[in-house]
């Protein structure tokens, strides 16, 4: 539910900015404590410049580059499955900017493994079937 009331204010921050600030502070800051457990869910913040001063709050693992590619694409695979389209789109926005940045590692974590990892897996198939619902 976070990701979707996330989305749904995000275009508030060309709106009105200061406003749409205050509430992500709200949200995330003061009341992390409340929120944290959803927080996985909202790995499109990253990519938000104007949302800079909640990136710590909300995905300090994956800012420090704790967060393996495995991880990462599991955030991704969690949120093109999302029932809510405004959050696939921005899921699908990040895959698309992590398989780009990251090209080169997963072809050599593909190549040297016998078996095709279960995530990549699932992954094609969740992007396959939203070809099918577009």
């Known amino acids: 539910m976070l990701s979707q ?6 275009p508030l921050l060309k709106l009105d900015p200061g ?3 205050d509430i992500f502070d709200f949200l995330f800051v003061e009341n992390r404590e409340h929120f944290e457990e959803y927080f996985p869910d909202l790995h499109f913040i ?3 410049p104007e949302l800079e001063h909640v990136k710590d709050a909300v995905a300090p693992s994956e ?3 704790q967060a393996g590619l ?3 694409l599991g955030s991704c695979l969690h949120g093109i499955a999302h029932e809510n389209l405004d959050v696939r789109l921005l899921a699908l926005g990040k895959l698309k900017k992590v398989l780009s940045a990251n090209q080169n590692e997963l072809a050599e974590h593909l190549l040297t493994r016998e078996s095709l990892e279960p995530l990549v897996s699932r992954l094609v198939v969740q992007l396959l079937s939203g070809c099918r619902e577009a």
């Open 5 to 10: 009331v996330t989305a749904i204010l995000l």
């Open 19 to 21: 406003g749409a600030k």
């Open 46 to 48: 990253s990519e938000l």
């Open 63 to 65: 800012r420090s580059g």
């Open 70 to 72: 495995s991880a990462i």
